[in-house]
């Protein structure tokens, strides 16, 4: 006798925790181990469990559907694999499955509602910025991720994050984002170094969702509404509006910015509301 169990590991650690569901529905194939001979068709129920009543004591290997799998879908986890039933005696099998681990610029390019894995460098710490967003570089490019849940990542932790490709602004974006740290840093991932111009563009959208830094900026036009500072400044290069909490003013020392003013600043780049440029 051999009792299986498929499930969905929405953290991709390869352990079935609580909230992962059974995936029902999934047909699975039972292979005698070291040959192709499929020995057993089985189907999953609406739990995610398939039971083989008897088989002929020997090693087997477990295949799922391919039709389930899809692009969508990898095995994760076949544990144990080969499974082995022992003569007169029954076995266990789990096989956990879960999404694909995609570039952040890959994720970029998918279409919206598609569901993935991103793995990169945070650059924010979820929840630290407005309407709790999170921030995350790739090799290449940067992403944007809104989180259903904070997570313990610091700036400049490796992380792995679950969401669904959506757009904001026109651009790509996670949405229903889940994640966990991989790994500790003791740096935060540095800043792309920036004229106001380039910033304002986001190097024509290259730099979209990343962390970027630019120096000896003056302030041109401020304005205080609904508890947010929108200061315009520039470095002679052309004008960047910056957006923060009024409350920031105070870890900055100052009771408010005026024209004239010169600073350096850092910050991640959003697209603007009104569209074609970033803040």
Avoid: C, K
Avoid at 230 to 258: I, K, M, N, W, Y
Wanted: hydrophobic content about 40%; proline content about 6%; overall charge negative.
């Amino acid at each position: 006798e051999l009792d299986g169990t498929v499930f969905l590991d929405l953290n991709r650690d390869g352990n079935r925790s609580g909230g992962e569901p059974g995936i029902g529905g999934a047909g699975v194939a039972i292979v005698t181990a070291g040959s192709r001979d499929t020995v057993f068709l089985a189907q999953t129920d609406t739990a995610g469990h398939f039971g083989v009543p008897s088989l002929p004591a020997a090693g087997y290997r477990i295949h799922v559907s391919p039709a389930l799998l899809g692009d969508s879908l990898q095995v994760v986890r076949l544990d144990p694999d080969p499974v082995v039933v022992p003569a007169g005696r029954g076995a266990e099998v789990t096989l956990a499955l879960s999404y694909p681990i995609r570039s952040v610029q890959s994720a970029r390019e998918l279409p919206a509602g598609v569901r993935t894995f991103v793995r990169g460098v945070a650059l924010t710490a979820p929840g630290s910025i407005p309407e709790g967003a999170f921030h995350l570089r790739g090799e290449s490019r940067a992403i944007r991720i809104t989180l259903t849940e904070g997570f313990g990542a610091q700036p400049g932790d490796s992380v792995l994050v679950l969401g669904r490709t959506a757009r904001f602004r026109g651009e790509a974006v996670l949405a229903q984002g889940s994640g966990r740290r991989l790994r500790e840093s003791q740096e935060e991932a540095p800043p792309v170094s920036s004229t106001t111009a380039q910033a304002s563009t986001a190097w024509s959208g290259s730099r979209d969702a990343d962390l970027v830094e630019v120096t000896g900026v003056e302030v041109i036009e401020v304005s205080t509404a609904f508890g947010e500072v929108a200061a315009q400044v520039t470095d002679g290069s052309g004008p960047l509006l910056l957006r923060f909490p009024a409350s920031f003013l105070f870890e900055l020392r100052v009771e408010s910015l005026e024209p004239g003013m010169v600073l350096d600043a850092r910050g991640i780049l959003v697209p603007a509301a009104t569209g074609g440029s970033w803040e």
